[in-house]
């Protein structure tokens, strides 16, 4: 079993940057890879980005490449999200998730464990 817990969300005006976090509990956050999705009011849930268990593989949806950065810290059982340049696009829940297996995730049916989300609101 593990425990997700974002936090980092906020409100952050246009062209600004967030950073936010994931906390895992567990002994095998290690063996996971790991995803940041998010959903806007209305919204289907989206996927943003993926990062394989060591952290040595990553990728970005569209929306998001060259804007964001996913990494992960396995010795303090934590996944960040990075992000920059944002716009009032961008706002919505923001939800990490924990795969269960080692390789690259790209859609929610491939996660088994989720967090509560946290909010970013970007201002125009």
């Known amino acids: 079993q593990v425990q997700l817990v974002e936090s980092g969300g906020g409100l952050v005006q246009a062209g600004g940057s967030l950073r936010l976090s994931c906390a895992a509990s567990g002994r095998t956050f290690s063996s996971y890879a790991m995803g940041w999705f998010r959903q806007a009011p209305g919204k289907e849930r989206e996927f943003l980005a993926t990062i394989n268990w060591s952290g040595g593989l990553t990728d970005y949806a569209n929306s998001v490449k060259g804007r964001f950065i996913i990494s992960r810290d396995n010795a303090k059982n934590t996944v960040y999200l990075q992000m920059n340049s944002l716009t009032p696009e961008d706002t919505a829940v923001y939800y990490c998730?924990?795969?269960?297996?080692?390789?690259?995730?790209?859609?929610?049916?491939?996660?088994?464990?989720w967090g509560q989300g946290t909010q970013v609101t970007v201002s125009s």
């Open positions: 998730a924990a795969k269960g297996t080692y390789g690259l995730g790209y859609s929610d049916n491939a996660y088994k464990y």
